[in-house]
């Protein structure tokens, strides 16, 4: 019997989402997770299809056909902390609905077709976005990543085995089909639509370093409060990537020891800071990181600033955009990072599909996508598929 | 055995202290104030001293004599998160070693003297400042207490029996021996003050309410990031406080979701608030609140502020104090809020001892007194007791 994308998306919807704000929270290797990933491989296995995995939490379901390199879809499961249903699944389940679409047809393919799922694609546990694609296309070492460690403390090399991967060697393209974020698609009119390339991105760590003293009793001009540095370094990111045309952000902040009575020790906080082109991402964080420092030389604090990452940008396969593009799927690019760029980096000819997102709104329980849009988007990575796996 | 006031010293400082940071972590009701606790009922038993506890967490330790309303004095165990040694157990170890400087020198007191231990003065896991003397003097009631709960969501009901408090019933006089949170001593030349007043003061809940969205895709210029109307609080408090000369921090912040590569949806952000006056600590609030209102127009996100405590002035006992204090013991105001504050507004007279800090650095690891001067601290207030207590 077979299910549809409607029942999937049904069926996965309650997995991880928050009772009171609908907010997703399906962060890498939690019990919700696991439990969407569960929930995966029930229907790789009523599909047939032979799951295979490697030590870093990725795996690829493989619709066995023919003989050659093998063309890889899919995306990835986990989510910010109270994140949207559509980043992520949507490119999973997508892909599910493709293979039933494509059987539905009588394609029968001349390679294999896989759908793969890779671990924390969000960085939201451990502190780098796109662990699992990362390891899994050699762009990053076993022993940098175990050592990287969640909120907790607990280090990545704890919860998964490790080792090296080889799920990629028979893979000689990959398509990834997403949720739009942002409203591109909705100004043109298009459901589908293609990426050229991904903006290059980072995210900065700040340290800043005061000293821990009494709210009460230290006068103003006693204090060396790493909080005021952090005020003004929020405040100057802002207008330098507003200025400039850019965007940065400070979305977390840690700060030491907390007490609503004391002037703080430390502020950590974490700036993911993105731009149309290389030297420009370079301006902004030297910008940023220039005016922090000129700050904590008035409060009497101290700044570090250390990339946790730093991703070039990422222009996708020129001739494989053109083959997806046509009249009513326009050429896009992107300021979030995605598996499918690093992928491309590692010299696998990628491209993605976004599907419209009415409002743009993402990493929200706001973000949306019609369900006539996405039943588009499966056409179109169906279509997509058949073309490259040739066959019948 | 006699243990000294050394000894008592030594054997509390390892208890609750962070072994890289030489911090205090002693909050109400877990495992490090709970040792806390059973070291000061071990040292009860060795003098004989009777234990009168009620459902609130304060305890009482008497020293049964005489007849008529009895003299107490005492302070907190409980600390600030990496907090120091002296704020609370100073006082308590004090007033121990008061008893045996009494002992020792044949006093025999009139009426009954007790040594007593508040729960929860510094309000670092309950949000409310002198949970405990609060409770037990009548100033806050069972039915508004039980729900405060802590940042794990555990409420205040669940960890403590409640109900009503009679510890209080005889007590017609209140003595707090404290370490000085400030350089007012240093700069004086003693080793021993008296408190005038306690500053009025408060903290203000900041909810501040954004939307939340993707970092990398949505536009500067499409947020509304609350972060953004946080760092102009912090800065606008900060300068409000300088230019009036009152005080004011923020040094507790929680972001939702907190994702590195989301706009939050949420910043919650708690400013500390003190002034000479009322009317001044008035105007200082509502200037900021004022600020940080027209900044949440801008960034196109809500503001609400609500008043998690607010403190009155508090006048000590003149009387009291002019009997305390005398060539050597100057009459000095504090910012700092204590439980003393909260019994002299319960009608109680109240005066406090200051110990000299030579740094004046308090709720930090850095926070010292010498021991000569905490020596000299217990001499006074024995002198105190002996006084209050009348006897031979």
Same mark, same amino acid.
């Given at each position: ?18 009772? @009171? ?65 559509? &980043? ?83 893979? &000689? ?95 950590? $906080? ?30 009497? @604090? ?15 396969? $020129?001739?494989? $955009? ?12 992107? $300021? ?22 009415? @409002? ?33």
């Amino acid at each position: 019997m077979q299910v549809t994308f409607e029942q999937m998306w049904t069926d996965l919807a309650p997995v991880g989402r928050s009772a @009171t704000t609908g907010g997703y929270h399906r962060q890498p290797f939690t019990a919700a997770e696991r439990e969407a990933h569960a929930w995966f491989l029930e229907e790789c296995a009523r599909r047939d299809l032979r799951v295979e995995s490697d030590g870093f939490g990725n795996v690829i379901a493989w619709w066995d056909a023919g003989s050659g390199p093998a063309v890889l879809t899919g995306s990835h499961l986990d989510s910010v902390r109270e994140g949207g249903a559509y &980043d992520g699944p949507l490119g999973v389940v997508s892909a599910l609905a493709a293979v039933d679409v494509l059987r539905d047809r009588g394609f029968v393919p001349s390679r294999p077709i896989g759908v793969g799922v890779f671990a924390e694609e969000e960085g939201s546990r451990f502190p780098l976005a796109c662990l699992g694609s990362r390891l899994a296309s050699g762009r990053l070492d076993w022993a940098s990543a175990r050592e990287l460690r969640d909120r907790e403390g607990v280090a990545f090399g704890d919860v998964v085995e490790g080792g090296t991967s080889d799920l990629l060697r028979d893979v &000689d393209v990959y398509v990834e089909l997403h949720v739009e974020q942002g409203r591109d698609l909705v100004d043109r009119g298009a459901a589908v639509g293609v990426a050229s390339a991904i903006w290059p991105h980072g995210r900065y760590r700040f340290d800043m370093t005061g000293a821990a003293d009494h709210a009460g009793t230290t006068r103003m001009e006693d204090r060396r409060d790493p909080m005021l540095t952090y005020a003004m370094t929020v405040l100057a990111a802002n207008k330098q990537a507003r200025v400039s045309g850019q965007r940065a952000t400070f979305g977390r902040v840690d700060v030491d020891p907390g007490s609503t009575n004391g002037i703080p020790s430390t502020v950590t $906080a974490w700036m993911d800071a993105r731009a149309s082109d290389e030297p420009a991402l370079e301006a902004l964080v030297g910008d940023v990181t220039r005016l922090a420092t000129e700050r904590a030389q008035r409060d009497g @604090t101290m700044v570090a600033v250390i990339a946790e990452s730093a991703t070039p940008e990422v222009r996708f396969d $020129a001739a494989l $955009a053109r083959r997806l593009a046509g009249a009513d799927r326009p050429v896009i690019p992107t $300021a979030a990072g995605h598996d499918a760029g690093i992928l491309q980096t590692a010299g696998i000819p990628t491209a993605m599909l976004f599907v419209r997102n009415p @409002t743009g709104v993402s990493h929200s329980p706001e973000e949306h996508a019609e369900t006539a849009d996405c039943l588009a988007g499966v056409e179109a990575l169906a279509d997509v598929l058949a073309d490259l796996a040739g066959g019948s």
